[in-house]
């Protein structure tokens, strides 16, 4: 359904958008260096399939309703904004007396992946890149934009996959290093809790 040249081209365009500097960026880091490496992946897959929550609204059109309509828009960012924080805020408690990295359970591990979902599938910005992002790749002739516009979320998400898997590792070896030095450890868990609360309210005060 897609060309090749679409695809390519698509592809280029979203590992560039998708390295590029930005809060799913900076909350992997931070939960990767902070908790680990393991952790880091999996809230950075997290992330990355969250993305099909946004191709789905596309797809479906709800996304340009949530455009046109500031009262949504304004409820969505607010929503995310929240729920950064509160992100923060439990990882400025976990300072206090859990050591980074110490929570390695196959439940802990599932939290954290749909923590990194949760916080993907609700962030408003992402809903408008979708929007104004994934059309510009869709070919009206071929026909079926919607089959179009679905393939082409679903390789946003998988590029997406890699590379913040990739960070997360990368991190996370940073993490493994600090987790034998509990005092560092307590001090980047606090830089991470930090990072969440700032970009949350980032998300709630900015406007446009």
């Known amino acids: 359904m897609l060309t090749l040249e679409q695809c390519s081209g698509f592809l280029v365009a979203a ?5 590029a500097p930005g809060p799913d960026n900076l909350m992997v880091l931070s939960m990767g260096v902070s ?20 191709t789905l609204l596309a797809v479906l059109g709800v996304s340009a309703l949530i455009a046109a ?3 949504a828009f304004t409820l969505l960012k607010v929503g995310g904004g929240l729920y950064l924080v509160w992100l923060g805020i439990g990882a400025l408690r976990s300072a ?9 359970a196959a439940g ?18 992402v809903v408008l890149f979708f929007l104004s992002f994934l059309p510009q790749f869709v070919v009206a002739e071929r026909g079926d934009v919607g089959g179009q516009l679905a393939l082409l979320g679903i390789l946003f998400t998988a ?17 493994q ?32």
């Not at 680990?36 to 099909?52: D, E, K, N, S, W």
Request: hydrophobic share 50%.
């Open 69 to 71: 309509s500031p009262q």
């Open 177 to 208: 290093w600090l987790n034998r030095r509990p005092r560092a450890g307590v001090v980047l868990d606090r830089i991470a809790g930090t990072v969440f609360i700032a970009l949350g309210l980032r998300l709630i005060v900015e406007r446009g």
């Open 96 to 104: 206090a007396g859990v050591a980074p990295g110490r929570a390695a």
């Open 15 to 19: 590992m560039l958008i998708t390295a």
């Open 35 to 54: 908790r680990g490496r393991r952790q880091g992946i999996v809230f950075g897959l997290g992330c990355a399939l969250g993305c099909l929550s946004h």
């Open 108 to 125: 802990s591990l599932r939290q954290l992946f749909l923590k990194g979902v949760f916080a993907n599938a609700i962030n408003p910005k």
């Open 159 to 175: 590029q997406a996959a890699l590379l913040f898997g990739l960070l997360g590792y990368f991190s996370g070896s940073i993490g």
